[in-house]
């Protein structure tokens, strides 16, 4: 059986996109599978899909493709089907060209199923799919969380496909009720979610993991409100939010307001997100409503138990409450949600009960299971077709637009450049603060030994380290590295990372599929001979291996900075061969950007024998300002002796957006409003900045 999945954008992360990915894979194994994307704005999807897994799309939405279609002359003809706000908008807004793309695809496709996965391309699959083909419609939302218009759109198209699949039982029971003379062919089977090839989660981080859109539904204001009561009675732990949306400027308000920009952090969005979940020690949901809750059992997997609101729909329907998880009443506010967050918190050996239970509940999630049940449904299909009245034919006649299904001019499609393969990497931090590198060189010939090599970017010297590539105990195509933090001295940078044969030139890039970053959370940097280091793997924007390192003699560790109207008390703490009570008149010295006229000093106070703070106070700053955007660095001074100040420690390559402290703004007599805030730099250094109110910039 041949099975096509039409999906609006696969290059993107979202819930709909990872759902399909999992569940292609699943059907994969015993079908002919294939993803077409209405767009494609990428070279490559963030989200990769299983090898077996053809992937096509219909419109090229990449500016500098040579096949780019964001000016043909169709786009400027509106599109006949109905709109649909959360995909029909913006440079993917629908037109005339998608509504000949669209009905030409499912014209010309010999797939034995068509399953579509937005209500908009529902619309076109009633209007335009063949009867040689089962056509199945999927909602991963939910009817009640439509506008009126798109909900009865999507509900009369529904009468020209075969089935509609759902992924709650409580949202099928909706569809049936608004559906009756559709409702036996309204059916659940909730989303597949893999295992993931990260080690489990420890439960003992301390943190707190919460993953999804920044949207109002999500509720994430619920959780931080929830999250200050907890802060009050367990200050060590800590809030992490993944994703991006249009809350995200309200959210940085509310956590800024209640003074907690030192505990809870908006990560931004990441891709793959298991080995986020695997840092956590619970798993928070706050939403209003979820279609199922694919957040949930990715959290589960990774053996993390969550605390989700008891909301419509998903969540009752996976979490067994003081099993694998706690559910807390909608109606029972921040208050209801802290307690249960505090009952996870206070009772470690409760949180591991829970995560092992959650991991065999997930378990029930897995692709495999999952597409059986999608198997069983297009085999009763199948089954039910001869016997079918013509009543779906004669609405899918009807709903016939006026556009025509003209066949498509096939563009010319250039060949590819010649691109080196890029070995495929898990990489796992190592309890010391070193990691593994396990590798899949399916794409390298094997005629001679091979090694790991990192090299420093951008250095004059050419520094690199090489480490021989073991092969595995399982055989195959595939090796290790063990790079241990005892082996190397690593000076400061970041490191790209290769798969060199051994005696030649010859070197492969590494892509990173996975890095598993949890071991590092605990880690303070290595105090050794060589200075104070550390060492985080990563993977670059465009998916490679890199490892960014620290290697100084001495560094001052931020711990927390308070923000005051008028200043701002930075707590540290010092790290390596420099002591405090070395000199009694340490200060913090604060470099300008633009002129060392500009520099300022202000004292240090010792908290202990490597602890203290500095305060620094904006009128100084104030009273220096020359440009529209001022910068200070800021130094720890031991005499002639000069001491770097920022945060290395943990997982975090780049800190400047995630660990954000509030602004204050103060007026300037010549300049005006005046927008002061400290901030760590690319490079995790602190610094300070002073601009103008109006400029708009995130440092």
Not at 93 to 118: E, K, P, S, W
Not at 173 to 191: E, G, I, K, T
Request: aromatic share 6%; hydrophobic share 40%.
């Amino acid at each position: 059986m041949k099975v096509s999945f039409l999906i609006n954008n696969a290059y993107g992360i979202g819930g709909t996109i990872r759902s399909t990915a999992n569940l292609s894979a699943g059907l994969a194994e015993r079908h002919e599978v294939e993803v077409v994307s209405v767009h494609r704005v990428l070279d490559e999807p963030p989200l990769s899909l299983d090898p077996r897994v053809r992937l096509e799309s219909l419109i090229d939405m990449r500016p500098d493709s040579p096949t780019y279609e964001g000016e043909h002359e169709l786009t400027r003809r509106p599109n006949s089907m109905f709109p649909e706000s959360g995909v029909d908008f913006g440079k993917l807004h629908f037109t005339g060209l998608h509504d000949q793309r669209i009905a030409d695809y499912l014209a010309r496709t010999d797939a034995d199923v068509v399953v579509a996965t937005r209500p908009i391309l529902n619309g076109y699959l009633s209007r335009y799919g063949q009867s040689h083909y089962m056509r199945v419609g999927q909602e991963h939302l939910t009817l009640h969380s439509h506008s009126d218009q798109l909900r009865n759109d999507q509900n009369a198209a529904a009468a020209g496909l075969d089935a509609f699949v759902t992924v709650s039982e409580a949202d099928a029971a909706d569809y049936r009720a608004a559906l009756p003379d559709f409702a036996d062919r309204v059916v659940c089977v909730p989303n597949g979610v893999p295992a993931p090839a990260v080690e489990m989660s420890a439960l003992d981080s301390k943190m707190i993991i919460a993953a999804g859109r920044l949207v109002a539904v999500k509720r994430y204001d619920r959780l931080i409100d929830a999250f200050a009561k907890v802060a009050a009675e367990r200050p060590e732990w800590t809030l992490r939010i993944y994703g991006r949306g249009p809350m995200r400027a309200a959210l940085r308000e509310q956590i800024d307001a209640l003074g907690l920009y030192n505990r809870i952090f908006l990560m931004g969005p990441v891709s793959p997100i298991e080995t986020e979940w695997s840092k956590g020690a619970i798993a928070a949901v706050s939403s209003d409503s979820e279609s199922f809750g694919m957040t949930i059992v990715e959290a589960m997997h990774c053996g993390v138990p969550v605390v989700a609101t008891d909301c419509p729909h998903g969540p009752g329907e996976i979490i067994t409450h003081g099993k694998d998880g706690l559910l807390v009443p909608l109606d029972g506010g921040p208050d209801a949600y802290s307690q249960a967050l505090l009952r996870l918190i206070n009772d470690s050996e409760l949180r591991r009960r829970m995560g092992t239970a959650a991991q065999a509940k997930a378990a029930t999630y897995a692709p495999a299971v999952i597409a059986a049940r999608y198997e069983e449904l297009f085999e009763r299909l199948q089954r039910e077709r001869r016997s079918r009245s013509s009543l779906a034919t004669r609405l899918r006649t009807s709903l016939r637009a006026l556009v025509p299904s003209a066949g498509r001019k096939d563009d010319p499609q250039p060949a590819d450049a010649e691109q080196p393969p890029a070995p495929r990497s898990h990489v796992a931090a190592t309890a010391d603060g070193g990691f593994v590198v396990r590798l899949d060189l399916d794409t390298i010939p094997r005629t001679k030994p091979l090694d790991f090599v990192a090299r420093l970017r951008r250095d004059p010297e050419r520094r690199q380290i090489l480490v021989p590539l073991e092969p595995a105990a399982t055989g195959g195509q595939h090796a290790t590295a063990l790079v241990e933090r005892a082996a190397h001295q690593l000076p400061e940078g970041r490191w790209d990372c290769y798969v060199r044969v051994r005696g030649t030139k010859e070197r492969y890039r590494i892509a990173a599929e996975l890095v598993e970053q949890a071991r590092l959370i605990p880690l303070t940097p290595v105090v050794g001979t060589d200075g104070v280091s550390s060492w985080i793997p990563y993977a670059t924007s465009d998916g490679f291996l890199a490892i960014r390192t620290w290697l100084r003699p001495a560094h001052g560790e931020v711990e927390s900075a308070v923000i005051g109207e008028s200043e701002a008390t930075v707590t540290v703490r010092l790290l390596g061969d420099a002591r405090l009570a070395e000199t009694a008149d340490a200060t913090v010295r604060a470099v300008s950007r633009e002129d060392t006229a500009h520099d300022f000093e202000v004292p240090v106070r010792v908290l202990g024998d490597d602890r203290f703070e500095f305060v620094l106070p904006y009128r100084e700053t104030m009273e220096r300002r020359s440009v529209e955007h001022d910068l200070w660095d800021l130094w720890l001074q031991l005499g002639d002796r000069t001491v770097p100040v920022g945060r290395i420690t943990g997982d975090l390559v780049e800190r400047k957006k995630t660990d954000a402290f509030p602004p204050i703004l103060l007026d300037h007599a010549e300049r005006g409003a005046t927008r002061i805030k400290p901030f760590f730099t690319v490079s995790n250094h602190l610094a300070l900045s002073v601009r103008d109110a109006a400029e708009d910039t995130d440092a």
